[in-house]
């Protein structure tokens, strides 16, 4: 399969220009430049960088060259060590895929759809002038239903950025929350400049036991790793819904690498037959799970990575539930680190 050079190993700088509170005071503290430096002498190649559009725009739509400004420092900041960037729209006007943020109507609206376009064509015109800069357009759409009219405002957004650089790397994931699913259903690429990319937090009932943003959940569930999938089923039922049951093919064998070489084999598939490279923008494990199955977590579907070439970059990097740098992973961060 068709390899994203330079975007094999990386990590989240989630929660800090998106998912957050929008204040000076985080942009400023949240990661600084020497939280690059650490990244790079982890050993990895890329950090993946979530903007929400309040950084910056203003209210009247306008840009605002402070928070332009910072991702520049990013870009930067990055290249002083050696690092790529990808650049993830989290949040643009209209759409979010955190309902919590009441944000609405992008797929049905066209003023939304025309401001989606402008906020990458200012991107195109100041950062593709950088060559360890990736695009991703949006993160994660939600409905199946939004798939044909996504495929249509990525394909305009892409051909106006391409006005600009014909060789830019744009990410493009789909419905499900960028389910690993939802890859067969994206548009052919429209150049060899193409990413498909989805996101993994497989099977949800393990890396989001105790998630207090699922509906069902029960704060207080834990569940082991090497647990039976026949308990991965009835736990999913119970905490989470039948709709993100797994299909597993016997209910008295427990989770391994084969598992995520079943999850992902379609995608693999498509992405052969189409020329692209695959990417896995986020996946990790909830901080409320016990830190020896995360790391058996990790070191399955890491195995399955490096079998395809297929580049990613763990969820996250600090806080957000999930933050590697976290007291939570003190006894196992060194091996988890090995493994992204």
């Known amino acids: ?19 957050c509170d929008n204040t000076e005071k985080r942009y400023d503290n949240f990661i600084k430049k020497e939280d690059f430096r650490r990244v790079a002498r982890w050993g990895m190649d890329h950090v993946r ?16 060259e402070s928070g332009l400004k910072r991702i520049e420092d990013c870009l930067l900041w990055a290249k002083e060590y050696g690092l790529n ?10 759409y979010s895929f955190d309902d919590g943020e009441k944000e609405e109507g992008f797929f049905s609206n066209k003023k939304y759809q025309d401001i989606f376009v402008s906020i990458w064509e200012e ?42 650089s014909k ?20 548009d052919m690429p429209y150049d060899e400049n193409i990413v498909y990319n989805f996101h993994c937090y497989s099977p949800l009932i393990f ?11 029960d704060t207080s569930f834990r569940m082991p790793f090497d647990s039976k999938n026949a308990v991965y089923d009835e736990n999913t039922k119970k905490y989470i819904g039948m709709d993100y049951l797994d299909t597993f093919s016997d209910p008295d064998d427990k989770i391994d690498s084969t598992y995520f ?14 020329g692209v490279p695959l990417y896995c923008g986020e996946y990790g494990v909830i901080d409320r799970a016990n830190d020896m199955d995360s790391l058996k977590w990790y070191e399955c579907i890491s195995s399955v990575f490096n079998k395809y070439d297929i580049g990613r970059a763990a ?16 006894d196992v961060r060194d091996d988890i680190i090995k493994l992204l």
């Open 167 to 186: 060789d830019i790397r744009i990410l493009i994931g789909g419905y499900y929350n960028n389910s690993v699913s939802a890859v067969k259903d994206l």
């Open 49 to 64: 960088i979530p903007v929400d559009y309040n950084l910056f725009l203003n209210d009247d739509m306008s840009f605002k």
């Open 207 to 217: 890396t989001h036991q105790g998630a207090y943003w699922i509906k069902q959940m």
């Open 315 to 330: 969820w996250s990097y600090k806080e957000m539930d999930f933050g590697l740098v976290d007291a939570h992973y003190d």
């Open 1 to 19: 399969m068709k390899e994203f050079i330079g975007y094999k190993r990386g990590i989240n700088f989630g929660g800090w220009f998106s998912q």
């Open 123 to 164: 991107f195109a015109k100041r950062y593709t002038k950088y060559d360890n800069v990736a695009f991703e357009l949006l993160n994660e759409v939600t409905d199946y239903q939004y798939k044909d009219t996504w495929n249509a405002i990525a394909r305009r957004t892409v051909e106006t950025i391409r006005k600009y």
């Open 261 to 274: 070489e079943n999850l992902f084999k379609e995608a693999i598939e498509v992405a052969k037959e189409r």
């Open 85 to 94: 960037v990808v650049l993830d729209l989290h949040k643009t006007v209209g």
